[in-house]
């Protein structure tokens, strides 16, 4: 996934801003439980995607997550006993015993898999909608060799990907099928003795210019703007929401022994508040290009 400039709030805020905001409703996301607010955060994510010019990408990464959650559900199913209503009753297997599964140890993987979907779709609005490159000029300004330690990994990776993608357009060129057994092996260590050749030469030609012994740079003199404030806001608002849910019992939600989500006002309300607090800094689009 590659970012691109766009004409979004998203956009237009800086970059530790943007990306703060995008960990922020990951970590809402794993804080619940109940299937109302989940649902609530995905809906709320692809929207923002959306509204960030980014909505098709965020759509593949959570259409490629989802055989994850599928996983995950099932195995939960699979090796959790909790849980009163059986819904299949399968004989005994060895290491696992009786393999019996519930209704609520299937609901909970399922929400477990729901999880996980929502935060990498949060990933993917990250990847898509924050500059890198800015990024990585504030952790410069923080650590000279934080700073080129991780820009290095980032640009690394789609080279790696590239050499592994002309291995096999080579191997089908002289007309062999899919590496496998030994032959898998020798490609990954011809990508990994590349990878190294070239980790040595990048180190020793950052040595010859002089990267470890550079400064730090000045910091960023930039007055905050309105989708900086924006984001900022609902950064805050989003994490109290959540804390004040969490400490006042508004989620009523239990899996085990027995399902329990009750929607009532209160699951409702904090829903709404939430998406409310995500989708509120999109509606101002001066000073986005749009």
Known sequence: MKHRRRSSPLHAARAGVGALWCVA???VALSFEHPLLLATMLAVVLLAAAAANVGRAVARAVAWATPFGVVIAVVNALVVRDGVTVIFRGGRVPALGQLDVTLEALTYGALLGLRAIIVMACAALLAAAVDPDELLRAVRR??????VTAALAVRLVPVLTRDARRLADARRALGAGPPRGAERL?????VTAGALDRATDVAATLEVRGFGSGRHLARDRRPWSRHDLAFAAS?????ALALAGWLEGWERFAAY???????????????AA???CVLLPFVDRRGTGA
């Not at 020798?186 to 011809?190: F, G, I, L, T």
């Not at 950064?235 to 994490?239: G, K, N």
């Not at 027995?258 to 904090?270: K, N, S, T, Y």
């Open 186 to 190: 020798a490609v990954v260590r011809a």
């Open 142 to 147: 923080r650590s000279l060799r934080a700073g």
């Open 25 to 27: 409703l990951g970590s």
């Open 257 to 271: 022994p027995r399902l329990a989500a009750p929607v009532d006002a209160g699951v409702v309300a904090l829903a």
């Open 274 to 276: 939430i998406a409310a």
């Open 235 to 239: 950064i805050l608002a989003v994490s």
